[in-house]
Structures are given as structure tokens and as C-alpha cells.
């Protein structure tokens, strides 16, 4: 991996296609004489090599005198740079014939292709950043909703990296204690006292433990928060779904380029982003297709973080209360219970009812018109939060990558192993290397433990130009 | 339109999507100050205000102290920017969340979205610029080809503006001394010497309709040069363009991005862009769905630069006469006489005569074999020679824009009637007034002479952000 840092890498760092400009970035030992033998322009008779960095300067790419075209070239010297080596980037037309001119260009005077996230890589590598903010660099520029992107950008500036960095400097204190005991080991003395030890393990047990627990929620995060609409034929659930969108079609198109036609379902609700599945009236039936339907209605009540049951509000309140129980949900989902067509009711003798009734079950009642778009605001605040409770985790630090999921896993167990050995009175080596162990799973997280493996992974799944 | 320059605007200047980074440009007279308010970093405690020009500073753009995004702020002071305006650029990650969240935080502070071009029409309101040169940039943004990317990039150095102000320079030396004329009109002196007049307005002309010439070849240029492959049913026609097809292909793919599946006809050769064009074969029917494709056929030929005409090497060469006869092409249409399938004839004897047949026609003949892929790079140098005759103008400057061709016809009419007025002694004031308008039709060009609803038209049609 090393000497692969030698190289001088380049590409198209902005997005695919035609635009009014596109930037190259070229990278490495050789990019400033790279720049130096295809530029000319405003260097005020400086070869580039001498210019200073984070500065711009005016001028042509020239292939053999033939002018590519104008550009702007930004300078970064080592080590203040993205990557940390020097780093020029070329600010041209964005044609793609001139993109792909200059890219050739600086390919046939010494530079290669850069693979995907290699730049990031390099970062990495050169100490500029840690493994879990490099992760975040691509969770970032993958993020859509407002939700996501506040995940990513607490990862990027080191919030996770901090509270597992933490983690693992306690660890350590008490393995060089454990260590100091091994050194003494003829005198049978114990630096490391063991409560404290088995205290500190229990609380980096919770803290990961936590971590853990908010994987299930940054991947909502960052996937869409499931909300099912449930409830009887003709309750109302397509008109209730139609509202949110129509509503949010309108917000939405204030910020041009965001709609996304193919996904009609996903709506943006104050920075989170909702999954809608509408679904298949509930109700006993001998129809066998219709039973396929409600048997699908079942499967996805399951994955649902949220529920909402719309019930016509002219209905008694014990089978709105039937209807709830019907639904076999597990008590982490979240229902709201909608009473619609309320316009055409006794609303408050009905809400008065129907609030009593959910009241013992712990559910939110919400009296609304569908077709009127009475209460729908109502509706949006439910759903936000219940979003917003589920992530007040102590840190507010939220997990969404997969690896560091199973490195979390893998810490765990080897927490469990400690305390056990702890409590089966374990001698100091064998315990060291439960808590070593611990350290390295996290580590892996940060990467302060990796292999070439691990990286290839991480970075294969970047864009090329990070 | 003057005092929209008081706006401050902003735009997405990257092609739409998510990339690695995406740029964001601000312009305007309050664009170091909005960049103030949403910008905290490394600029040592100084106000942006205070910041040379052409330098980038990192750190976050931040919403009420939430950060949105890492970025890089470029700066750019008047009048040293491409609008010659305060001009700022953000360099964010990729994300379209994070574009479209800068953005919106932009014009919540006081931006403005920039309209199509507006960059650009700024600076040429600046006169950082001619018009002429503010087109190419939207022509270079579109070139595909090396051809095409040459104009552009020739235009925008300014080699046409040069030319159409040497033109206007020589006509205003003589509009003064007619003017002077006119000042002693009682007095009956000539100052302008109308020999030398009539002189210098015809080699003007003469350069006006070289540049009017060129637009034909400037158009084909840009959309591809439209070559048609003619002849026989089974000659070789399909056999052919898959040759072509297949080995541009292969050229192609080292260029990453460039080729476009949907237009399956269209191939690079040595920078230039031919448009090819596989026909009906051309015979004697009574079939009236074969002669609809005929008739067809004869429609391309008629709007072909070059024809390939293919014919079986094992027929008669008269009857290879006859066919290029009856194509029925003019004098300015290239043909390409192709003798195909030699491998499998006596090649020589029948070069031979071919070659002393076609000579009398003036045509060029290549012996192929489409199958076995002989001789078709001895095609392809046929192809580029044809199209490198045809731009060898004496000023080598290529017109492509329907405007400018249409500036100059109305110039070119104009010194007709100067010269007409010259032959029948029109007194000075009247002549002033043609050489007057054909001084205007080319300021047209440049921009010295323009309207709202002209620059209007113009930069409705560039992308936003440039």
C-alpha cells in the first residue's frame, strides 16, 4: 500500500456529464511539476513549484502549444491539502470532450488514473483523517435527507471517533496496569484492582451496547423511516397518503432538482426522510387473493417503525381499540391512531371516547379529515417525534455503517468474556487478551488497527475523485 | 438590465448530480459579505473582507451554528474574477442535499438564484469579454469533438472578435474623412479617395462572404459531418459502418464517458465528428415500399458533405461510372468511389481500371474489403482530407452561430449597395450611411452594438451557473 503513495493520481472530481465548470484534481509528489509542464498562465514569471498554496492563478492548459482551454488552477502544498501530499485542481469548462482531454493530458505527462476513493485514501493514510470520517465522507455525499446528512457530518468532525477513542484509552490504562502485574508476577501483587475494572468494563459494555442499539436507527436514518398506513377498506388510507404528498410535492418543488418522480412514497418531513407504504384493507375475508394481500399487510406491519391507523371516527371506540390489538405489533412500534372524516362527526364528544379508550393502550389519538387536510400537520409532528425520541441516545451518536455495526458486536463479546474471566477470578494474561481484544474491535472502527483488506474494502465503494 | 448588477446571485456551476465535490458560485456586490455570515475558518481572524483575492480558505458553512458541510471557499475580488465582480466560489462535498441546503442558505441571505448565463452576461457588461466570446463559452461547454472544440476555444481567445475589428477599424478610418468631406460640402473636396474606397470595401467583402462560406462547414462541424454510404443492395454497405462502428468503438473506450449508445452512426476520426448514414441500396423497382426507401435515399445524398460509394470490385468499371452518375450529386459533394470486396478479385487489372475510368470524374477510388476490415484506414484519411480542404480559409476562423451568419449576410448586403452607390457617385452623406450599417451588422457581432432583447436571447440559451 505504501509505495503506492508514490504515484501522482488524477480525475474528474465533479459529477458526470456537461456543466457550465468541472473540476480535475491531480495528487501526489509529481502534481506540481505535473501543472508546471501543461499550464501556462498569471504565475507572475513563478514556476509553480515556488508558488505558495490555497492560492488560485489564471491561465491555459496547452497540449503541445494547442490551447485544451482556460482554467482556474487551485494550489495545495503538503500537508495543508485534503489528501495531505500536493494537490492541484483544475477548474475548466465542463464540457466532457475538455474534461476528457485534460484527463489524457495529465495521464501521458506522468500521472494515473485514480481508483475510487483514493484521494480519501491517501488522507487517510497521511493521517488526515481517521477510518470511520473517511467512511462518512462517502455516507455524505450520499446523503439526502437532512437527517442523514447530520449523521454524516458528526462522523466526518469526529464525534464517533472521539467517544471510541475514549473507550479505548481507558482500556488501555488498565492493560498496562494488568502488564505491570505480569512483569511482578513472582510477587503475586494486582495493580489493576478488579471492581474497578469489572466497572469500567460494564460501562463500555452500555456505552457499546448503545451504539449497537442506534445501528437500527441510523440506518432508518438513512434509508427512510417505514411508516405503515393501516386500517379497514375505505378508512381512508390512499387519501390520507395522497394529502402528504401533494402537500410535500409543493414544499418540495421550492428546491429545484431534489423530486424524485420514480420513489412516490418517500416524503422529506422537517429534515427526516418517511418511507409511506400504503396497504391493503384489514378484514376477514374467504377472497384468496385478497387474503395474499392482507397476509402482505401483516409482513409489513412488521418492519414498520411507525404506524398509523386511520379509522373512520363514526366507529365505536372499542373496535377502533380491536383494531389496534388486531394489529400484533411489538411494543417498539409506534402506533398513531387517526380518527377520520371527523368533519362530518361530534368531533369532541368522539375524541373524548376514543382518547380513553387508546389511552390505556399508550396510543396517541389524532382526529383529522383526509380529504380536507384537517390535522395533517398534526400528523407530521406525531411522526417527527416519535423519530426524534427514538434517537436520544446519551451520546447522540448514531451508527450506520455495517462494519462498524459488527466490530461493535465483536467488542461486545469479548467484553462479556472479560467480565466473566473477572468474575471466574481469571489470571492477569489470559484477561489482557479479552481486553486486547475489546481494543481491537474498536480500533478497527477508527483504524488504528486495519489491514489492506479492510481498506480496499472501505474505499472500492467510494466515487472516483474522492 | 443595469441595475440587475446590483443583485448579488448564485448558483450550482457542476453538472447536476452527486459527485465527489460540487462547486457553488456567489457574484456580486454582497457576495464576500453573505460569504461572511455563513462561513467559519481558517481565515487567522480576519473578516473575508480583508482576504486577498485568489486564495482558498477551509472550514464549515454553518446554518445557525449548524454545519452543513467541510468546504473550500474560493475568493476572487473585483475586477480580477470572470465576471470581473466580488465573486465567490464554494467548493462542497458532492451531495445534491448539501448543494441544494448551501443554496437555499445563500438566497435566505440575501442571493439570488442566477438566471442561465448571467455569470457569463455579467461579464460581458463588464467588458471582461465581447459578445462573440461570451457565445463560444456556452459553444465549448457543448463541443463534443475536437473539431468543434477547436472553434469554440479560437473564438473565445478572441481571433474572430480581432477579425471582425480590423473590418470596422479600416471602415471607420474612411466614415471620418467622409464626415470631413460633408463638414466642407460647400467647398466640393473629396477626402476619402473613392478608388481606394472601393477598394478596401471589396476585400471587406471578400472577407465577409469567406466568413459566410464557412458557416456551412462551421455547422457541420459541430453536429458531425454527414457522410452517406451509398450503392448496390449487397454491396456492402451494413458491412461497412460495422467496420467503422467496431473499430471507433474500441478507440472509444479508452476515453471513458464519451460514448454515447444512442446515436450508434456517429464516429470520431482523428477529432472530427462524421454523421454516417447506411441507405437503401439503389436499384430499378416496382415495389412501392422499396422506392419510398430509394426516394429517401436520394434525400440524404442530397444533404451528404461526402459520399461513400460502395461497388462490388468484380463489376464492370463503366457500370461504376454510371452509378456515380446517377446519384446526381453537385460539384461541391465528395465522392469516395469504393471498390469492395478485393479480395477476391484480380486487384490490380481491376484498380486499374477503375482508377482510369473515375479519373475523368475527378473521383478518388480505394480498394476495400469491408469483411475483412482491408484498407479502411485509407477511408478514414479520405474522410479527414475532404474535411481539412474544405476549413483551409485564408483567416482559418470557422463562423458557427446562425447569429453571426446572419449579421453578416445583412454586412454583406450593405457593402454591396456602398459599392453600387460608389459606381453611380453617391453623394457622402449617403454612402456614410451604408458603410455606416454594414459597421453596425458587424458590431452586432462583437457586442459594440446590442440590445436587451438580443443579449436577452443569447443568454436564455447557456446552462445556469456559467
Known amino acids: 500500500m505504501a509505495n503506492q503513495k508514490e504515484d501522482t493520481i488524477c480525475a474528474i472530481a465533479t459529477p458526470a456529464g456537461n456543466g457550465a465548470i468541472a473540476v480535475i484534481r491531480l495528487n501526489g509528489p509529481e502534481a506540481l511539476l505535473i501543472a508546471e509542464k501543461i499550464f501556462s498562465g498569471s504565475t507572475r514569471g513563478k514556476k509553480i513549484k515556488q508558488l505558495p498554496g490555497n492560492t488560485i492563478h489564471h491561465g491555459y492548459i496547452k497540449d503541445n502549444g494547442r490551447v485544451i482551454d482556460e482554467v482556474l488552477l487551485a494550489l495545495f502544498r503538503s500537508p495543508r491539502s485534503y489528501t495531505g501530499e500536493d494537490m492541484v485542481e483544475i477548474s475548466c469548462h465542463g464540457s466532457l470532450y475538455i474534461q ?7 495521464i501521458r505527462n506522468g500521472a494515473r488514473m485514480a ?12 493521517g488526515k483523517m481517521d477510518l470511520s470520517q473517511a467512511e462518512a465522507v462517502a455516507d455524505l455525499i450520499a446523503s439526502s435527507s437532512e437527517a442523514a446528512h447530520r449523521v454524516a457530518i458528526n462522523q466526518i468532525r469526529g464525534g464517533f471517533s472521539e467517544e471510541i477513542g475514549n473507550l479505548r484509552k481507558h482500556l488501555l490504562k488498565f492493560i498496562s496496569l494488568i502488564e505491570l502485574e505480569l512483569d511482578f508476577s513472582e510477587e503475586n501483587v494486582e495493580f489493576a484492582d478488579r471492581q474497578a475494572l ?3 468494563l460494564l460501562g463500555i459494555q452500555r456505552q457499546i451496547s448503545m451504539l449497537i442499539q442506534s445501528f437500527g436507527t441510523g440506518n432508518v436514518l438513512k434509508d427512510g423511516i417505514p411508516v405503515v398506513i393501516a386500517g379497514l377498506p375505505n378508512a381512508g388510507k390512499s387519501t390520507l397518503l395522497n394529502v402528504f404528498l401533494n402537500e410535500e410535492r409543493a414544499i418540495v418543488s421550492e428546491m429545484p432538482g431534489t423530486t424524485r418522480d420514480t420513489v412516490e412514497d418517500q416524503i422529506h418531513i422537517e429534515g427526516y426522510l418517511f418511507r409511506f407504504i400504503d396497504t391493503a384493507g384489514l378484514r376477514h375475508t374467504e377472497d384468496k387473493i385478497e387474503m395474499i394481500g392482507i397476509r402482505k399487510t401483516y409482513e409489513k406491519l412488521k418492519h414498520a417503525s411507525i404506524v398509523l391507523l386511520i379509522t373512520d371516527a363514526a366507529e365505536p371506540a372499542d373496535e377502533m381499540i380491536n383494531q389496534v390489538q388486531a394489529l400484533g405489533l411489538d411494543n417498539k412500534q409506534k402506533i398513531v391512531l387517526l380518527l377520520n372524516k371527523m368533519d362530518k362527526t ?4 368522539v375524541m373524548q371516547k376514543a382518547r380513553a379508550a387508546a389511552g390505556q393502550l399508550g396510543i396517541e389519538v389524532i382526529g383529522i379529515s383526509a380529504k380536507q387536510g384537517i390535522h395533517i400537520d398534526q400528523v407530521k409532528r406525531a411522526l417527527v417525534n416519535s423519530v426524534q425520541q427514538e434517537i436520544q441516545s446519551e451520546t447522540g451518536i448514531v451508527v450506520t455503517n455495517a462494519r462498524h455495526y459488527d466490530a461493535l458486536q465483536r467488542a461486545y463479546a469479548a467484553s462479556e468474556r472479560a467480565l466473566t474471566g473477572i468474575g471466574s477470578g481469571l489470571p492477569g494474561d489470559l484477561l489482557a487478551q479479552d481486553i486486547r481484544e475489546i481494543m481491537h474491535y474498536l480500533g478497527e472502527i477508527t483504524g488504528e488497527i486495519t489491514t489492506d483488506e479492510i481498506l480496499g474494502n472501505i474505499f472500492a465503494n467510494f466515487c472516483i475523485g474522492k
Chains 1, 2 share one sequence.
Open 100 to 106: 476528457q482531454s485534460i484527463l489524457q493530458l495529465l
Open 346 to 349: 361530534d368531533a369532541p364528544a
Open 115 to 126: 481508483r475510487p476513493g483514493e484521494f480519501t485514501q491517501r488522507a487517510f493514510l497521511n
Open 198 to 200: 469489572r466497572k469500567l
